[in-house]
């Protein structure tokens, strides 16, 4: 599954990128090569949409979800805006639960 985190500028979502790996790391359910996870701008979302799975949205563009939305909804991706206490906390943990939970709900939904 790759997972894209989106941001202003792909800096304070590396940590929260990083974090998520831990999780997914230490996890007894979850299988690392499973995973594969980006952290970047905004700005070049178009380049790496194509193979993402899930979308992972920082609260400081939550703002930009109409830029967003058309460049993600002809690919059918889910997304997951991450809530500002969430981000602030760099709670991978509760974020990998949020993509895992988003990717199902598409994944039904076909």
Known sequence: MKIVLCCA???????????MKAVVKKSAKLNEDDFSFIAIPVDILQ??????????????????LDYIKPIIEPYHIPYV????????????AT???????ARRKADMAK
């Open 47 to 64: 380049s790496e949409v194509e193979d993402c799975d899930v979308l992972v949205i920082g609260p400081q563009i939550a703002h930009k």
């Open 81 to 92: 805006i991450v809530d500002q206490e969430v981000y602030g906390k760099m709670d991978g």
């Open 9 to 19: 500028g792909g800096f304070s979502t590396t940590m929260l990128m990083d974090n």
């Open 95 to 101: 974020v990998m639960k949020q993509v895992l939970i």
